[in-house]
């Protein structure tokens, strides 16, 4: 069985660099499963969700098998997802809250 995670609501408190959420337009030359560098892996991961997030919109799900089609492997989901989603929530939620305030 898959393992879901995210939480339906996103989270309003999590602080998440701005840069973080543009790292999406980076160029990435390295294969994901041949990435070892913990905050590069974060970083790519999140920007993935972030995509994610933006195609799917808000309220959707993402899964590890989201991230095992993209070609990461389990240590590296296991290791990096939770956190890489919950980034990517918190910058979809930074965003909205910036469009109202706009």
Known sequence: METLMIRTA???SAAVPGALAAS???SWN???SEMTD????????????VELLATRGADDVIAERDFYLAGWDHRQ???YGPQAVE???????AA???ARAA
Do not use: D, F, N, V
Request: proline letters at 6%.
């Open 24 to 26: 999406a337009a980076l």
């Open 10 to 12: 996103p989270i309003q």
């Open 77 to 79: 989901i296991q290791s």
């Open 30 to 32: 390295i294969p994901r």
């Open 87 to 93: 980034a990517a929530l918190a910058a979809a939620a």
């Open 38 to 49: 913990g905050r590069a892996i974060l970083r790519r991961m999140t920007a993935e969700a």
């Open 96 to 98: 909205r809250a910036e």
